[in-house]
Each structure stands twice: as structure tokens, then as C-alpha cells.
């Protein structure tokens, strides 16, 4: 097998174990076994365990997404940010769109970091969701502008990542076999009901939530996509 596709494997095969086990518990024999190499041949393409993690930080940030480069190149309005953050919760609750990461992997590797040094959690939030809330923070001064959403004591920063952390929850809630919690609803509806939980959050009026929060158009939109 070529060097690359060698290390890909390895990367793939190490993803579960860091994810469910964490980087301290995880051995380079464990990784081994996994990617069915020897610890001489892991140790060949990663001098060292942190030198794999490392790649596999680089790996999950990686930006392949085209939706998401699409994305970027609207311009700051109310309706972008509907596109931004309807984006953003359908990922964290249904896993879509899917990637080399499985979501249920990415999920647990955030979880696993929180309960570690939180490296992992830092370099993905810093790499790549900052300028997410970028650009979420640009849609809300002009959405507040235009008078699509009321002012907030609670700055457009904040008002960006709260609305990722009040969707990564329900994800997270989700993750055990079984449910912790119960939210009472299909995948679907609860997908329709935190749009509407955390762009009120954001500081939208409910007339300009139906205006702009149009599933059936959202999901033509991400699957018109290249």
C-alpha cells in the first residue's frame, strides 16, 4: 500500500478508538491492532502517538466542504443567516451532509476533549467555526439593521456560538443507544423546532422566520449544491 494511502488508513482506524477511549487511555498498541500494522510500521508513519493525534486534528479540520465554501460566498442578509445557521443544526442533528468523519465520531472526539486537555476541541473551534461566527455576527448586524431582528443585550458573538451550543447539546443528548433525553419528536420536527428556538434566541421576529425559514427551499438549496 502507498505511504498516503497507509496513512489514511491509520488516521481512520485511530478516529474511534481517540473518540470513545481518549488520547491518554489510547495505547500505540491499541492503535496498531486497529489499522492491522505492527507498532514498528505505525511508528514509521507517526514518530509518535501525539504526531498521529496531531494529524487527526488536521484531518477533522480539513475544508472539503463545498456547501460549506458556497456558503461563504453569500452575502451578509437575514437570509443568509438562516442558511448559515440552518446549516450549522442540521449537521450537529442529522449528521448531514456526511464526510470522512462519521458525525457520532466527531461528537464523541469534542466530548472526549472536553474531558482531557481540550486541545482537540480548541484547535477545531478555533480552525474552523470562528469564522463561521464570523460571518453569523456580519448577517445579524444587518438582519438588526433592516429591522429583521431586535436588538439584544447579548452580543452577536455570543449570540453565534450559544446558538451552536444549544444545538451540539441536542445532538449530544442523542448519542447513547438510548436517548437521554426525550425530546418527543421525529428527527425532522426537532430539526424545525430548535431553528425556531435558536433563531428567536438570535434576536429574529417570528414574521421574519416565516419569511426566511423554508425547509422544503433550505434543503433544495444544500442539495442543488455541487
Not at 481518549?22 to 491499541?30: N, Q, S, V
Not at 484547535?123 to 470562528?130: K, P, S, T, V
Amino acid at each position: 500500500m502507498p505511504a498516503s494511502d497507509r496513512k489514511a488508513a491509520i488516521v481512520k482506524a485511530a478516529l474511534p478508538l481517540f473518540a470513545r477511549q481518549g488520547f491518554a487511555r489510547t495505547t500505540t498498541k491499541d492503535l496498531a491492532r486497529a489499522a492491522g500494522v505492527s507498532e514498528p510500521l505505525l511508528y514509521r508513519h507517526f514518530p509518535s502517538k501525539e504526531a498521529l493525534y496531531l494529524e487527526i486534528q488536521n484531518h477533522t479540520c480539513r475544508d472539503t466542504d463545498t456547501i460549506s465554501r458556497q456558503l461563504a460566498e453569500l452575502p451578509p442578509s437575514t437570509a443568509t443567516l438562516v442558511h448559515l445557521v440552518y446549516y450549522l443544526v442540521r449537521a450537529l442533528l442529522l449528521g448531514q451532509p456526511t464526510g470522512p468523519i462519521d458525525w457520532d465520531t466527531r461528537h464523541r472526539l469534542m466530548v472526549t476533549s472536553f474531558l482531557e486537555d481540550g486541545e482537540f476541541a480548541r484547535l477545531l473551534y478555533r480552525n474552523r467555526f470562528d469564522d463561521y461566527c464570523l460571518r453569523i455576527e456580519a448577517c445579524l448586524e444587518v438582519a438588526t439593521a433592516s429591522g429583521d431582528a431586535v436588538a439584544s443585550p447579548v452580543s452577536a458573538a455570543n449570540r453565534a456560538r450559544l446558538a451552536h451550543h444549544a444545538a451540539a447539546y441536542v445532538a449530544l443528548a442523542q448519542l447513547p443507544d438510548k436517548a437521554v433525553v426525550e425530546y418527543q419528536a421525529e428527527p425532522r420536527e426537532l430539526l424545525d423546532q430548535t431553528m425556531w428556538f435558536v433563531l428567536r434566541g438570535m434576536g429574529l421576529t417570528d414574521r421574519t422566520i416565516r419569511r426566511h425559514y423554508r425547509p422544503a427551499q433550505l434543503e433544495k438549496f444544500f442539495a442543488d449544491a455541487p
